[in-house]
């Protein structure tokens, strides 16, 4: 039986402990500000063995993520304090749709919203989640119901969207683009842990090594993606993307296969489901899934997202799209990913 140690309540329990991803935006790494790995395994290890050692047979197993609950749980509840509630317009209500925001606008802040980050409905705008890591996005269409799936895009992000392009007309444009209309060099798609951003590469091979000593047969489908490469996925369609803004094309996510891939099969669904319970607690919650851990519309898909990337709140992109509408822009719309040298 696999022990593991209740992030929440630092009691003992079993595997099958229900969670959430992180939700603050920096993995633990960041938030501590500690930059080297081993220290923060060492740091990360004390309070994993303290709370063993008080569980009598719960002892340092593998399978239990090095969870320093405590200290995330500090650092969280210091973020917290730092950046205020969420907004009125974060998460979703009870029928699972974005409470999109209600917000009245300026004419001045219609224009830059328009054309530094392409939105044309502006009450289509809304924060993902009501964390503090929750991100501004924007939906073309309005989500009508919880599995009513909409093309959702994150503000900010990079991607194939030209200056002033807005996301309607992008999606035009790029629902009409065939494979040929892309240029090769662009296509850049590999499951190589070499092409994630270096902030997160050890941490990333850290966690599927310890995965796969946890008993998880894993198999890594795909790391980075270009932009070009993600606009193609949504072109080629059969809902594998519902946007143009992923993590992929920051080199923070990773689409990982359990088992013989196959959800039709009852074993496969189990340690799929056991899996992503696991990753979303490993190391104090940096890792993250889409949806729930037994339901989603992307179950391979795993990310760890930064507070250096995106917006928290609609004056956030405001105060942004200002500055890098000026001429000569010092600083860009988009957020620049952080990746290897050679791409
Ligand atoms: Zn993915």
Not at 43 to 48: D, M
Not at 87 to 95: C, E, I, L, N
Not at 232 to 257: K, N, P, V
Request: aromatic share 8%.
């Amino acid at each position: 039986m696999r022990v593991r140690i209740s992030r929440a309540t630092g009691r003992c329990g079993h595997a099958d402990d229900h969670g959430r991803g992180r939700r603050d935006g920096k993995s633990l790494r960041e938030k501590l500000g500690v930059r080297s790995a081993h220290a923060y395994r060492a740091l990360a290890a004390a309070p994993v063995i303290a709370l063993s050692l008080a569980c009598g047979n719960a002892t340092a197993h593998e399978s239990a993520p090095a969870a320093p609950s405590i200290i995330t749980r500090v650092a969280r509840a210091f973020r917290s304090r730092q950046t205020g509630l969420a907004p009125p317009y974060a998460g979703t209500d009870s029928r699972g749709i974005p409470r999109y925001t209600k917000r009245s606008f300026t004419p001045d802040e219609r224009s830059i919203l328009r054309s530094a980050y392409g939105v044309v409905e502006l009450s289509h705008i809304y924060v993902s989640d009501s964390s503090d890591e929750g991100i501004v996005k924007y939906d073309t269409q309005v989500k009508r119901c919880a599995t009513c799936y909409v093309n959702s895009y994150r503000l900010g992000f990079t991607s194939v969207r030209r200056p002033g392009e807005s996301w309607d007309d992008l999606e035009r444009h790029v629902r009409r683009m065939k494979r040929r209309d892309f240029a090769p060099s662009r296509l850049v798609m590999t499951s190589s842990l070499d092409a994630l951003d270096p902030d997160i590469r050890s941490e990333v091979g850290d966690m599927l090594a310890d995965a796969r000593r946890a008993g998880y047969r894993l198999h890594v489908v795909n790391s980075y993606r270009s932009p070009e490469q993600e606009a193609l996925l949504m072109t080629e369609g059969r809902g594998r993307t519902h946007t143009l803004t992923s993590m992929h094309s920051y080199g923070r996510a990773l689409d990982i296969s359990v088992g013989d891939g196959s959800l039709s099969h009852a074993s496969t669904r189990a340690s799929w489901i056991s899996f992503r319970r696991w990753v979303i607690r490993y190391r104090g919650d940096d890792f993250r899934i889409l949806g729930k851990a037994d339901r989603s519309w992307d179950w391979q898909h795993v990310e760890l997202p930064s507070a250096r990337i995106g917006f928290r709140t609609i004056e956030d992109a405001i105060s942004r799209g200002r500055v890098c509408r000026t001429f000569p822009a010092t600083t860009p719309c988009d957020f620049p990913p952080h990746l290897p040298a050679r791409r």
